[in-house]
């Protein structure tokens, strides 16, 4: 159980345009979800943390106008990268908490999202 | 603010040989340490969590708050090791984590 999902896995697209990516708790339902950034060879770098039904956290230097997070669901949450450039390319990945039978703190993440802005 | 550190981004030991993966940490609260491994191919995930006190596929881990470490140890290492192995903190009663920048380690048979 505790099977996170994300779609989709790679996109590219042209620079000025707008990307979503939907991350989803296939099999439980997620009081948080989380979402990270991971450049090439670097860590996971958490960018936000997002609850169902309420705005997100975002961290320092994250520009939460530049990355819309929504958490519509226990299930569901999707971020877009609005107006990519290519200094948005990286690898995204989701991440949700919050199973059943799970302590309150164990993430679960999804394969994750590779992102190319030409 | 917190802050984890791995100091090693490559360790590389023989099959059989015993491992481990560096992990220190600055946070003014308690905090909550895990390990996350990241197989070829494959997610992240929970490997061991310090206050479960577990031993994992043989690795342990002891959370030294007088050091602020959290060693990830293997007395043996086997080629199913290979991997990337992330440390993480948590803040007190928070469950975002914090990652250290991650320590591929290649067992070589």
């Known amino acids: 159980g505790a099977v996170v999902s994300q779609h989709p896995s790679r996109v590219i697209c042209k620079s000025g345009t707008s990307v979503k990516i939907e991350c989803r708790s296939l099999d439980f339902q997620a009081t948080t979800m989380f979402w990270y950034r991971q450049f090439p060879k670097q860590s996971l770098m958490l960018m936000a943390t997002?609850?169902?039904?309420?705005?997100?956290?975002?961290e320092q230097g994250v520009e939460k106008d530049k990355f819309l997070i929504n958490h519509a669901s226990l299930t569901l949450s999707t971020l877009t990268v609005t107006s990519a450039h290519p200094e948005d390319s990286s690898f995204y990945i989701c991440?949700?908490?919050?199973?059943?039978?799970?302590?309150?703190?164990?993430?679960?993440f999804g394969p994750g999202t590779r992102l190319t802005v030409l | 603010a917190q802050r984890v550190t791995q100091p090693e981004k490559l360790l590389s030991v023989f099959k059989g040989a015993p491992v481990e993966l560096k992990c220190n940490y600055s946070?003014?609260?308690?905090?909550?340490l895990f390990w996350y491994v990241q197989y070829s191919r494959q997610r992240l995930q929970l490997l061991l969590r310090h206050i479960s006190r577990e031993s994992i596929k043989g690795f342990t881990a002891d959370l030294n708050k007088g050091e602020t470490s959290f060693h990830l140890k293997k007395p043996f290492a086997q080629e199913e090791d290979s991997a990337m192995y992330y440390c993480a903190l948590s803040q007190t009663g928070a469950n975002n984590l914090f990652f250290g920048t991650g320590t591929r380690l290649t067992v070589i048979p």
């Open positions: 997002s609850n169902e039904g309420s705005k997100a956290t975002y």
């Open positions: 946070y003014s609260g308690s905090p909550e």
């Open positions: 991440s949700a908490a919050g199973a059943s039978g799970y302590s309150y703190n164990e993430q679960f």
